[in-house]
């Protein structure tokens, strides 16, 4: 009897293809190697998924607490600077 084991959906890069490939998550042979992949995406290809996923809003840039400090700072240094 094989011995079957659940792996999570993963995407990874497969730098000899200059691509990003995704393989759907399921119940899989112990120890097979994985031979087929579900999509694959060259990477000029990422780059408009991106800048679709920003424009249609599914990505959003957001600032952590840490980042807004840094962002003070550098406003205030600008407003020296400006003032010389």
């Keep these: 009897m094989s011995d079957k084991q659940y792996m999570n959906s993963l995407w990874f890069e497969e730098s000899s ?25 060259d990477f000029d290809e990422v780059h408009l998924l991106i800048d679709f996923l920003f424009k249609n809003g599914w990505i959003k840039p957001q600032l952590g607490e840490n980042r807004e400090e840094d962002l003070k700072i550098i406003h205030r240094l600008i407003d020296l600077t400006e003032k010389k």
């Design 17 to 41: 293809m200059r691509a990003l490939q995704f393989v759907r998550g399921g119940y899989r042979e112990s120890g097979v190697r994985i031979d087929k992949v579900d999509i694959t995406l």
